[in-house]
Every structure is written in structure tokens, then in C-alpha cells.
């Protein structure tokens, strides 16, 4: 793996993700707190993009199917759970989630060089 510089922090906010890539892998960074974190732009679900979706408290939420992720650790909190922003009965997650089972998304250590944040990648 290789340091790949991400972006800058002042261009990283606390109430947005950045979309950014890092050897041709799309990525979001994203400030929590006084943290710099970042994880894949991929939800797992079907492989759809997770930057355009809602960013609060630390987790981004599908803006396709609903899952949430934590965007410090990849962690999947909630699977499934609307389609484009409408919630779903329990029978219909079942069906939007055709057989896939809650999964993380692949997050990665941000470190940073003075004003510039590094991911391995």
C-alpha cells in the first residue's frame, strides 16, 4: 500500500462529505469531531455511491436504499431501510436487500502532514 494524499483539511468540513479518490478508488472524508476519516464510496449493498447522501453525528446514509454507515470505522448501523428516501415495511426490506446481509464498508486511517491528510491506499 501507498500514502496517497486525499485532500486538504480545510477543504474537509464537519457537516458534508468530500468525495475524493486515491489510486483510483473513490473515496469521502469527512471531519467527526476533531477527526479526519474516511471509507470507501461504495455502498455494499449494490456497489452504489455513498457521497451524495444524508451526513450527520458521524454516519452517512445510502442516499439509494437507506443503510447507514459510520464514516470513522465503516461500521453498518442500519440495512436497508428506504428506497430513494421513502422507508420500507419490514417485508419490503427483506426484498430491497435481495439476500445480502448487513455489511461495513471499507474504511481507512487518516493521517495527516501539516495541512494535508493521507490515506493508505
Same mark, same amino acid.
Given at each position: 500500500?501507498?500514502?496517497?494524499?486525499?485532500?486538504?483539511?480545510?477543504?474537509? $468540513? $464537519?457537516?458534508?462529505? #468530500?468525495?475524493?479518490?486515491?489510486?483510483?478508488?473513490?473515496?469521502?472524508?469527512?471531519?467527526v469531531g476533531d477527526k479526519y476519516c474516511a471509507?470507501?464510496?461504495?455502498?455494499?449493498?449494490?456497489?452504489l455511491p455513498l457521497a451524495k447522501g444524508k451526513f450527520e453525528n458521524g454516519v452517512i446514509t445510502c442516499p439509494f436504499h437507506g443503510s447507514k454507515f459510520e464514516v470513522c470505522t465503516g461500521k453498518n448501523t442500519e440495512w436497508v431501510e428506504s428506497f430513494v428516501g421513502i422507508? #420500507?415495511?419490514?417485508?419490503?426490506?427483506?426484498?430491497?436487500?435481495?439476500?445480502?446481509?448487513?455489511?461495513?464498508?471499507? $474504511?481507512?486511517?487518516?493521517?495527516?502532514?501539516? $495541512?494535508d491528510l493521507f490515506i493508505d491506499a
Open positions: 500500500m501507498a500514502k496517497v494524499k486525499i485532500a486538504s483539511a480545510t477543504d474537509v $468540513s $464537519s457537516d458534508k462529505v #468530500l468525495k475524493t479518490s486515491a489510486n483510483g478508488q473513490s473515496v469521502i472524508v469527512a471531519k471509507i470507501a464510496n461504495k455502498c455494499p449493498h449494490f456497489g422507508p #420500507l415495511p419490514n417485508v419490503a426490506k427483506k426484498m430491497i436487500a435481495m439476500g445480502k446481509t448487513s455489511t461495513d464498508v471499507k $474504511s481507512f486511517t487518516v493521517t495527516q502532514e501539516g $495541512s
